[in-house]
């Protein structure tokens, strides 16, 4: 089980199938949306439904008291803001929703003993699980970043936080946080290195493609295929986004990251745990199973059975687990 900032994390992606629905727009975001579900149900089913069904409803995250769990890519919209088909919460923000806030059998947000529990938990879970997603994901966590549904749309969401009177305080523990870790105080980061996810400011990159004069592809050169370059800014929105210290610019496919992986046998079985006996994660259509040759990131790695003599694992694009000695 990866995790951030200490609250255990996975993905349950929505199928490419429903994109049109859930997430039909690329993203590169600049801010994040907080909700609460105005449920009583866990994280696991707010994510589970979300993605099944076809309503043009989606949010990136939902966190309870156990877990975050992640339904959309961080790269696609979600229709979750109330502000409209160009709206900057649909189209330029990670949303959040935060579970267990609401009784419908009651019909209030004014619960009590264990679900209180559970709530309380669940928004701890959010402070650390949002600070972290901004900061691998290079949004500046602040007063402008930070948005509630109702400073998207005017509804009344996050509706305890918004009912107590405390939305401001959460807003600012969530910037607080985000402050502690990037000044790298010591007890928090990402225990999965999914950090390096995606290729960020400040990374280490080798040129395996061409780099342009210009982040709008202009000026192709393959000079400096090869080299070793530190990304040192990013120009959002662009097709060749990533800026190469004294170098140029380049796509993402121009650039292997330390982490990149390639499978190097002809049929490789993703599992959830560090063992060939363990389950093979399942995709919306069926199983993950990685052909030779497709390229991965490695978000994690653990010791577990051993496979040809090497007690390696990686976990892969934050997916599951697979032996480290199927990759190179
Ligand atoms: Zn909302």
Redesign the pocket.
């Known amino acids: 089980m990866s995790s951030k900032n200490g609250v255990p994390f996975r993905q349950n992606l929505v199928g490419s199938w429903n994109y049109g629905a859930k997430c039909p727009y690329s993203m590169d975001a600049d801010s994040v949306t907080i909700?609460?579900t105005d449920n009583n149900a866990p994280a696991d089913n707010e994510i589970r439904y979300m993605i099944g069904n076809t309503a043009q409803v989606s949010y990136h995250v939902a966190i309870d008291e156990k877990e975050a769990v992640q339904g959309i890519p961080f790269d696609r919209n979600s229709w979750?803001a109330g502000d409209g088909g160009s709206g900057h919460g649909n189209r330029k923000s990670i949303s959040f929703e935060i579970c267990r806030n609401y009784d419908p059998t009651r019909g209030t947000t004014n619960i009590s003993g264990t679900q209180l529990e559970q709530y309380k938990k669940a928004k701890a879970n959010a402070i650390k699980v949002i600070a972290q997603v901004m900061l691998e994901q290079g949004i500046p966590a602040n007063v402008n970043t930070v948005k509630s549904?109702y400073d998207r749309s005017g509804?009344n969401?996050?509706s305890k936080m918004r009912n107590d009177g405390d939305w401001t305080d959460f807003r600012d523990a969530v910037i607080a946080e985000y402050n502690r870790l990037k000044n790298g105080s010591s007890g928090g980061g990402s225990t999965d290195g999914s950090a390096s996810a995606a290729i960020k400011v400040g990374e280490n990159v080798k040129v395996v493609g061409n780099l342009f004069a210009d982040a709008d592809g202009k000026g192709a050169s393959s000079k400096s295929r090869g080299k070793s370059a530190k990304i040192d800014k990013l120009a959002t929105g662009k097709k060749k986004p990533y800026h190469l210290t004294g170098l140029g610019w380049a796509a993402a496919s121009d650039l292997s990251s330390p982490n990149a992986k390639t499978v190097t046998i002809d049929s490789l079985n993703v599992y959830t745990s560090q063992s060939l006996s363990s389950a093979i994660v399942k995709t919306a259509n069926g199983y993950r199973i990685l052909k030779k040759g497709t390229k991965v990131k490695v978000t994690g790695t653990l010791k577990g059975q051993s496979v040809h003599g090497s007690t390696s694992w990686s976990e892969v694009d934050g997916w599951g687990w697979v032996p480290s000695v199927y990759l190179m």
Do not use: S
């Open positions: 909700h609460e979750n549904h509804k969401c996050p």
